[in-house]
C-alpha cells in the first residue's frame, strides 16, 4: 500500500495514556518557527559541545584515524560543524512531526532522480542506499516529494515503546511505508510484481557474529552488512547511492549516483560486488564532504579476525 502523506495537524503516534504528556511537549516544540528552532539547536551545540563534551573523544578519534593527513585544525573545524549538525538534526526532526509536505519540498533539492525513474519506467524496483549523512531523517521523509512510487524504509525497531512509536509517527507521515528488518524478505517478495524504491541506511555496524565483509574504509578495517547484496542477488534490482549534504543551514541537497546494474542472468558473481562498490561511493562523499557524516558513532569499535586480514 502507497500511504499519502499526513496533512492532519491533530494526529498522533498511538500512545499510552501516560506517555501523551511528553508527546504534546514534542509536538508544541515542533510547531515554534526554524529561526527559534536554530537558536535552541545553537544553544544545546554549546552544552554538547562544550559543557558535556558528549562523545568528543570518539569523535576526535574517528576523524584522526579517518584523515590522518588534515591537520590538526582542519579537524577541529570538521569536528566543531559535526557537533552543531548533530544539534541541527535533533530540532529539524522534531520539526518533522508538524511540517508540511510543501514546506520540506522548498528544503530538500535533489540532483540524478532521473536516473531512478529510468529504471522504474521499464518496470523493474530499484535499490537506494543511503547512510548516516546530512539529516537522513529529512532525506528519508522527503523521498514521497521528489517520486510517484511508492517507497519502502528498511528500520530496526527501538527498545523505549514511545520512541519507537514515536519515530515511526515521524518517518511515516510523508508517505514512507516502514518495514522491519525482519521482515524485508516476506515484505519484497509479496511486492514483487509492483515496482518500488526499496531504501536501507547500509553503513550501519553489524553484530560481531554477523560480519560477513570487511573491507577499508577511510583507512580503517570496517565491516559492512551485506543484506542489500543479498536481495540485488535475489530480486535482480539495479542499485543507488544517495548521498546527502547542507545547501546552508535547513537546506539540503540528496544526490542520486548509480551504483551496479542487476546481476546477469545465469551468472555467479563472486565477493560482494555491491557491498565493496557503496563503501567506495560513501568514503568518496565523505571525504568530499566530511562534515556531513555521523562521526558521534562507534563505527569501529570490532577488530578484524586476522583470519580475514589479507595483510597479515
Known amino acids: ?28 516544540i515542533s510547531l515554534l518557527p526554524f529561526p527559534v528552532l536554530y537558536a535552541i539547536s545553537t544553544f544545546l551545540y554549546w552544552v554538547l559541545y562544550y559543557v558535556i563534551g558528549y562523545r568528543k573523544k570518539v569523535v576526535r578519534q574517528n576523524l584522526e584515524r579517518s584523515f ?3 591537520s590538526k585544525a582542519e579537524r577541529l573545524k570538521i569536528e566543531k560543524q559535526f557537533f552543531l ?25 535533489s540532483k540524478g532522480k532521473e536516473k531512478v525513474e529510468a529504471q522504474l519506467a521499464q518496470g523493474t524496483s530499484v535499490l537506494v542506499l543511503g547512510a548516516h549523512l546530512g539529516n537522513w531523517e529529512y532525506m528519508s521523509a522527503a ?9 519502502d524504509g528498511v528500520y530496526k525497531p527501538l527498545a523505549n515503546s ?16 516502514l518495514v522491519r528488518m525482519k521482515d524485508t524478505l516476506r515484505h519484497l517478495i509479496r511486492h514483487k510484481a509492483e515496482n518500488r524504491i526499496f531504501t536501507l541506511l547500509s553503513d550501519q555496524v553489524p553484530p560481531y557474529g554477523e560480519i560477513q ?21 535475489s530480486f535482480k534490482y539495479p542499485s543507488f547511492f544517495i548521498g546527502m549534504r547542507h545547501l546552508r543551514r535547513g537546506y539540503y541537497e540528496i544526490e542520486f549516483q548509480e ?27 565523505v571525504e568530499q564532504y566530511p562534515a556531513e557524516y555521523l562521526w558521534s558513532h562507534k563505527r569501529w ?9 589479507p595483510e597479515s
Open 1 to 28: 500500500m502507497h500511504h499519502k502523506p499526513s496533512t492532519n495537524p491533530y494526529s498522533r503516534p498511538e500512545l499510552k495514556a501516560s506517555q501523551l504528556p511528553l508527546w504534546w511537549l514534542l509536538k508544541g
Open 68 to 70: 590522518p593527513r588534515k
Open 85 to 109: 549538525n548533530l544539534t541541527d538534526i535533533m530540532v529539524e526532526s522534531l520539526k518533522l512531526i508538524s511540517l508540511s509536505p510543501a514546506e520540506l519540498r522548498k528544503r530538500v533539492y
Open 143 to 151: 523521498g514521497n516529494t521528489i517520486f510517484s512510487d511508492p517507497i
Open 162 to 177: 514511545f520512541f519507537e512509536e514515536f519515530m515511526k509517527f515521524m518517518r511515516g507521515r510523508f508517505g514512507i511505508n
Open 213 to 233: 565483509y570487511w573491507t577499508t574504509f577511510l583507512q580503517q578495517d570496517t565491516p559492512f552488512y551485506v543484506g542489500a547484496e543479498k536481495l540485488r542477488s
Open 259 to 285: 551504483l551496479l546494474p542487476p546481476p546477469a542472468q545465469g551468472v555467479k558473481e563472486e565477493g560482494h560486488p555491491l557491498t565493496e562498490a557503496f563503501a567506495q561511493r560513501l568514503e568518496a562523499f
Open 301 to 309: 569499535k570490532h577488530q578484524r579476525p586476522k583470519a580475514d586480514n
